[in-house]
């Protein structure tokens, strides 16, 4: 019989996934507080539901994708305990701090629950095309639980260890992703100034020791590398506001355990430049126009 997945959180990302839920077998209930969201959840084949407690009852597993720590926290404290039945497994998709990730695991094992923190990789595209990469964080048994409804939606799913280490490895990689991305950018934006033509420096670089995915697969220099979001005016991609989301969680979860990130703190604070800007929406790789004064 096919598993039913409770589905809370239908927006940009959870959407897609939901759809591919359905695609591949599972039956969806799904809730969102926002009618539009949840109207075209309903138009993938998934059943709506009046509220989250709503979704979850007689649902196997309950999945969320949720702005934040806080509406994860309210989500499962306020309704899925008391609602879920009492093997449903929880799986949090969201990016949320990784103190909150590990409290609410915390909270759900209390209840006899078993749960995985397993934020993604990946953008909107990713989500739709169900391409994700999935980092996950909790027990063993409670990944093997969660892997073949995880694989649905993404294309690797990975085990980081225990409750959280799913939340850690991704703000972890994206505070390296900010840091290089800006060091890439000031770097390009130097190298023109010095008289380097930018495809010449890349044709170096690309293959010298300042190489990284950030030069050599999202150039922030339109016209250089492969396709990316500079080359169609840094629309789509990867938002500046959600590079600013993770890097303040990486630099508060820094703080917590007294890591020293000077390199992650800059990048915060220039991405938080470049947001105030009014550029929250754009393309985080526009990086390049702020530090060439565009
Ligand atoms: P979104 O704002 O499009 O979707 C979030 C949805 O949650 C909205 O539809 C909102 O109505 C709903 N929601 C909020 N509170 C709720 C509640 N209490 N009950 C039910 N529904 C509620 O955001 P998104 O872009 O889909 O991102 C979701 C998560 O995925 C975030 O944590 C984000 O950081 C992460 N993420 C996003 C991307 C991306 O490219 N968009 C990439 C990787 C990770």
Known sequence: ?????????????????????????????????????????????????????????????VVTMLPAGK???????????????????????????????????????????????????????????????????????????????????GKAVIHAGGAGNGQAAKICNNMLLGATMVATCETFAMAKKLGLDPQTFYDISSVSSGQSWSMTSYCPVPGVGPQSPSDNGYQGGFAVGLMLKDLKLATEAAASVGASVPMGNAAESLYQLLANQGEAGRDFSLMIEMLEGK
């Open 1 to 61: 019989m096919s598993q039913t997945i409770a589905f809370i959180g239908l927006g940009n990302m959870g959407g897609g996934m939901a759809a591919n839920l359905l695609k591949n077998g599972f039956a969806v209930r799904a809730f969102d507080l926002s009618e539009e969201a949840l109207a075209k959840a309903a138009e993938a084949g998934a059943v709506r539901c009046a509220s989250a407690a709503e979704a979850v009852s007689g649902a196997d597993a």
């Open 71 to 153: 509406h994860v926290e309210a989500v499962y404290t306020g309704e899925v305990f008391g609602a879920a039945k009492a093997d449903a497994l929880f799986l949090d998709c969201s990016t949320i701090d990784v103190a909150t990730a590990r409290r609410v695991e915390e909270a759900a094992a209390g209840k006899g629950f078993e749960m995985v923190d397993a934020p993604v990789s990946g953008g909107i595209a990713a989500a739709n095309g169900g391409t994700l990469t999935f980092m996950v964080g909790g027990s063993d048994q409670a990944f093997g639980r969660a892997r073949p409804i995880l694989s649905a939606m």
